[in-house]
């Protein structure tokens, strides 16, 4: 499994919302509502690039008030 951590923008109004949206994603392993330019961190597992590329665009980008996501992919070099 792979893994990677998503950081969120969303309308600050709604983050609580959209962080119970996110842990109902089946993968999602971890939700935290963080202060600063983003507004929420989300860390999934995933088995190919292909499978995140799909649940991001598919589950994560489509809930509301989600704004805008940055993806940040594990090096397994460690």
Known sequence: MLRAYLLIICDPEYRFQ???S????ENVVNVDVINGP???VVEIIF???????????????DIDN?????????SDDM
């Open 38 to 40: 983003y507004d929420l």
């Open 47 to 61: 088995d190919t690039m292909e499978d995140l590329k799909e649940k991001i665009q598919n589950n994560i980008q």
């Open 18 to 20: 959209v962080a119970h």
């Open 66 to 74: 989600v704004m805008s996501t940055l993806t940040l992919i594990l």
């Open 22 to 25: 996110l842990e109902k994603i």
